[in-house]
């Protein structure tokens, strides 16, 4: 399924209503997930719980707990072997932004601006391959700090 129709299907966030299976590392105000329809293998996403649209509108608490959860998204990318990441937020209408809760993109291996394909290319993940991913994301963490 493209990304732009799976757009289609979905009634609420789905950032809100993310299950808890599918969660990575989580703090009191954010969470890590893997992107279902990713830019790249392990693309990370960190998010916060609150649901909001605009940069504008985080509190330092939260973005202190997002720093923390970026960094430690890091270093699960650099512990499955990455040597470069890149780091996305997107704020404003015009931002390609394509769910409206405020979330943070973080990418191995990819030049942002030269990915080569728009949004209606990128594929969703199957359940297999988020369930692949998903395990190999978590068997990087396992052997890092799991303390925030």
Do not use: W
């Amino acid at each position: 399924m493209k990304y732009t129709d799976f757009l289609k299907t979905i009634k609420t966030c789905p950032f809100c209503a993310r299950p808890t299976d599918e969660i990575l590392l989580e703090s009191e105000k954010a969470f890590v997930t893997y992107a279902i329809a990713p830019y790249h293998k392990h693309h990370l996403l960190v998010i916060p719980k609150r649901h909001f649209s605009s940069f504008i509108e985080i509190t330092t608490e939260e973005m202190s707990e997002i720093d923390i959860l970026q960094r430690k998204a890091l270093d699960i990318l650099h512990n499955l072997g990455y040597k470069n990441v890149s780091f996305l937020v997107r704020d404003g209408d015009g931002s390609g932004k394509s769910i409206e809760h405020l979330h943070y993109h973080v990418i191995p291996d990819v030049f942002l601006g030269d990915m080569g394909h728009s949004i209606a290319d990128r594929p969703v993940m199957t359940e297999t391959e988020c369930l692949e991913s998903f395990e190999d994301l978590k068997n990087a963490l396992s052997s890092l700090d799991k303390k925030l």
